[in-house]
């Protein structure tokens, strides 16, 4: 079994985030970029399956020259290989170009699978793995807390709210998997050591055969036209309960249109 | 303060971090006085940390020392403990120059696998203290193998090791042509030796140190290691690596204690302003800082040195006594720096404060690495 997990470098889950004053683009400089954490659960999910299974595991991510690190962190989890693209001109892609890129990248290397973490920490938006799947014409199989692989069909749980489905499609099929799936391993000294001798195949817009004017800051279908800091917290209301606390809280929250 | 600039060990840096990410102040806290850190010790096993001496062809990491050295040092600055493993990095260098092919094979890929440890290594005894060659375990050949007599002391990890690296006497001291003639190293595994007796000590820290009694063990021919008599030479070899571990982990030390000074002293206001902003407060800091830079330089150089097969006896004793320091300078700034503060339990100064002030009496004195420089680096008369 082929399987590709698709990974993001994120800024640091930690860190206050900022965004820039010049172009209104997240300050990835000023933050420590770390492998989004639920690509962590990806990557684990892959090597679950091809331990089972047989096969190998291909990393693939698009970002800048730094995010290699967050692919070497990939392969020293246990991945096979890589596939890191990266140009300046991909810089303040949206999610449709960035899918367009992943799906140029995944497309013709026979993979049976591709794994995604649901969401990634900065952007939140968890559509990549949908329009990847549709841009390749694949089965997708979202928020999976549970993957079993039986000969060509894929079956996954799907985690709801207080409810699970269970779904199947037969492969080539993209996943996007949940934190509940598994307890994704610690990189091993090994991993590690082994990583910096793995293969990454460096792509860009060109070998891609990419439009540079559908990618990049220039193909966004969006734009942040302006932004402001969020407001400094207020202080809270006290409720002194002299016996009607209750209905005090009750009328506030009436008042908040909450109740 | 950056002190991982170099690139080459960063994704080794960040992989251990991660590791002690799970394990925070609240667990090391609560393992006082005296627990094991069994989950810590698990983990840093399962991801191949603990073997990473150990060659590849053995199943281990085949690491160098200098990555070794990373490793203890990163744990160290999480805020953990990295005593609780480093004997196994250390001693298992006697094994694996000078055992058999027969005992590697025996042994090593069980440590690197995690499911033996070794981490027990019985050299210092009440009676000798720091003159080594006065120990009076005693070793005695017989046709089904040794008999050993004595007592060891300062023993730590006895309690959770299976096997344990014993220096021992075969040849009485008197019967001797030199002192360090006649003591010969075995290793054993600890649960099958009747006779064998360990007793806890309590001290200022949580380091599983014991008391080891031998009454009547009886050993196997070939728990000898190398050959008989030639001991003092294998642990002296073992030295160079075990000073080079120790000078990193309080470099490990001295970053978490400067770290969360210079938080702290950053964000605490007295009389209107950061205390930090006092040069009373910065000046310690920024004096153990550059202590530390410096000493890590030395380090650095030895285990480079080591890593290249070179010899670096000189830097490495001197990675040691200056680590150990700049490492205590830096606890006493920090706790200086928190002041009341720095005494409640909570902020892991006082702990940290209590576990890196004994690597300045142990596993050598200072003392000792002076006279060794005076003797022999500078060429001046044998003080002892
Ligand atoms: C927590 C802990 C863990 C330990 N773990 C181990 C272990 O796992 N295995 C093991 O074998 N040992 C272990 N040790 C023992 C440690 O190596 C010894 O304590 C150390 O080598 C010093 O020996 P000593 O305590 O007998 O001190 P002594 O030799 O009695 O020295 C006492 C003082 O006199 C000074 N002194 C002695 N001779 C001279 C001299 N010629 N010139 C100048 N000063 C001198 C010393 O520097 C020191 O300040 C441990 C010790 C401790 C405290």
């Not at chain 1, 096969?55 to 991510?61: A, D, F, K, N």
């Not at chain 2, 805020?79 to 250390?90: D, E, F, I, K």
């Not at chain 2, 002293?265 to 205390?275: D, M, P």
């Not at chain 2, 000189?314 to 920090?334: D, G, P, Q, R």
């Amino acid at each position: 079994m082929k399987i590709a997990v698709c990974v993001k470098q994120v800024p640091d889950t930690w860190a206050e985030k900022r965004l820039r004053e010049s172009d209104r683009r997240l300050d990835r400089e000023s933050a420590d970029g770390v492998l989004n954490e639920l690509d962590e659960y990806a990557v684990e999910e892959a090597l679950r399956l091809v331990e089972a299974h047989g096969g190998e595991v291909t990393i693939v991510s698009m970002g800048p020259e730094r995010a290699a690190e967050s692919v070497r962190k990939a392969l020293s989890m246990g991945a096979d290989a890589a596939i890191h693209v990266s140009d300046d001109g991909l810089a303040g892609s949206d999610a449709l170009a960035t899918s367009l890129v992943l799906a140029r990248a995944l497309d013709g290397r026979d993979f049976d699978v591709v794994i995604f973490g649901s969401e990634s920490t900065d952007a939140r938006m968890s559509v990549v793995p949908a329009m990847v799947a549709e841009r390749l014409g694949w089965a997708m199989l979202t928020f999976a807390q549970k993957v079993d692989v039986d000969g060509t069909t894929v079956a996954i749980e799907r985690a709801g709210d207080g409810e699970t489905v269970s779904v199947r499609a037969s492969m080539p099929v993209v996943l996007s998997v949940v934190e509940k799936i598994n307890e994704p391993r610690y990189p091993s000294f090994k991993g590690i050591m082994a990583a910096k001798k793995k293969p990454v195949e460096s792509l860009d817009i060109a070998s891609l055969g990419l439009d540079a004017a559908a990618v990049g800051a220039s193909g966004a279908w969006s734009e942040v036209a302006d932004f402001a800091a969020r407001p400094a917290k207020a202080a809270g209301t006290v409720v002194t309960d002299e016996g009607d606390g209750g209905a005090q809280v009750a009328s506030y929250l009436v008042e908040q249109k909450l109740i | 303060m950056d002190w991982t600039d170099d690139g080459e060990h960063a994704d080794l840096r960040s992989g251990v971090r991660q590791i002690c990410a799970d394990f925070d102040g609240a667990y090391w806290r609560g393992l006082e006085p005296d627990a094991y850190p069994e989950a810590f010790i698990a983990a840093l096993t399962r991801a191949g940390y603990l073997g990473a001496l150990i060659p590849t062809e053995y199943g281990g990491g085949g690491a160098s020392l200098t990555e070794a050295s990373i490793i203890l040092e990163e744990i160290a600055a999480s805020g953990g403990n990295p005593s609780a493993c480093h004997a196994q990095m250390y001693i298992m260098g006697t094994l694996l120059r000078h055992g058999s092919a027969e005992h590697k094979q025996r042994y090593l890929p069980a440590i690197a696998e995690g499911s033996l440890r070794l981490q027990a290594f019985g050299v210092t005894e009440p009676g000798a203290g720091s003159e080594t060659t006065r120990i009076s375990t005693r070793a005695e050949r017989t046709p089904d193998g040794w008999i050993v007599n004595g007592q060891k002391i300062w023993t730590s990890r006895a309690m959770y090791s299976d096997l344990m690296l014993l220096l021992a006497r075969t040849t009485p001291y008197d019967e001797c042509a030199k002192p360090t003639e006649g003591l010969s190293v075995f290793l054993f595994d600890m649960r099958d030796a009747p006779g064998l007796t360990i007793k806890p000590i309590r001290t200022m820290m949580n380091h599983n140190t014991t008391e080891v009694f031998f009454d009547d063990v009886r050993l196997p021919h070939d728990a000898l290691i190398g050959e008989e008599g030639r001991g003092f030479r294998y642990i002296l070899d073992g030295m160079n690596a075990e000073r080079i571990l120790i000078a990193s982990e309080c470099i490990g030390d001295g970053r978490f204690l400067l770290e969360r000074a210079v938080a702290y002293a950053s964000g605490r206001e007295v009389f209107g302003r950061a205390i930090g902003a006092n040069q009373g407060v910065q000046f310690p800091l920024a004096r153990a800082y550059a202590a530390l830079r410096a000493a890590d330089l030395v380090r650095f150089d030895a285990a480079a040195r080591y890593d290249r097969g070179e010899a670096c006896a000189a830097e490495a004793n001197m990675a040691k006594l200056l680590a150990s320091e700049a490492s205590w300078a830096a606890a006493n700034a920090a706790l200086d720096t928190h002041g009341g503060f720095g005494f409640a339990v909570e902020y892991d100064i006082e702990r940290k404060f209590r576990e890196t002030r004994l690597y300045q009496v142990a596993p050598v004195n200072n003392n000792l690495i002076l006279a060794y420089l005076g003797q022999h680096v500078l060429g001046l008369p044998k003080s002892y």
